[in-house]
């Protein structure tokens, strides 16, 4: 199963997630990281909330920083984590520093739990860093033994068997897998300008 997801609705929901991180938690972090590319869309709108309600609270900027991490396997393992680069490196970092993870999805949860654990090997606890995403999918029919889970997120599935995943596709920043038809219901209908665009790459 596919959904389609409009980014109006990511945006929306994030802005509600961050009210009741600051508000109802009291949570402000020192550092909100984006693992590219999936973050960034969701941590955007994260770090805007906090800039607008520490405005003129003479709280210091909360530092928004991206981390290009990529899961992959192979025929031996699963699970590994390459990561490219940070652009605020975690050695920085000092017991303390409150930590603020944003993605789009928890789907195997490998990247985030090398991220986190990376994290906490610089001085910063657990209970100072926080995950947040928009869909948090727990797969019961897959066995991970990780320790790392969201602390925050706006839609929860419970995946029973392999049957019952889905898909989710963010209209935020997601191209590639389109069929024909969905590129027809969700972006040429609403700019046929589009089809030219999506000729310059599909074959």
């Excluded at 991180?21 to 972090?29: A, L, N, Q, S, T």
């Amino acid at each position: 199963m596919k959904e389609f997801l409009p980014y109006d609705i990511v945006r929306n929901n994030a802005l509600k997630l961050a009210y009741k991180m600051y508000k109802e938690d009291g949570f402000i972090p020192d550092v909100i990281y984006v693992p590219l590319r999936g973050g960034a869309y969701m941590g955007n709108v994260i770090s805007e909330f906090y800039k607008m309600v520490l405005k003129g609270t003479g709280h210091k900027p909360v530092f928004y920083a991206a981390v290009v991490a990529r899961s992959y396997t192979d025929v031996k393992s699963r699970g590994n984590v390459a990561v490219d680069g940070w652009t605020y490196s975690p050695e920085n970092l000092r017991p303390g520093d409150k930590v603020l993870f944003v993605d789009d999805i928890y789907d195997s949860g490998y990247t985030i739990n090398f991220l986190v654990n990376y994290i906490m090997s610089k001085g910063p606890r657990r209970e100072d860093i926080k995950v947040a995403v928009h869909d948090y999918k727990v797969q019961e029919y897959v066995d991970k033994n990780l320790n790392i889970i969201p602390d925050y997120w706006c839609r929860k599935h419970v995946i029973k068997n392999q049957c019952d995943e889905i898909w989710i596709h963010y209209l935020s920043h997601e191209l590639i897998g389109l069929t024909d038809e969905e590129l027809e219901q969700y972006y040429y209908s609403e700019d046929p300008e589009l089809r030219k665009v999506f000729s310059a790459v599909r074959r």
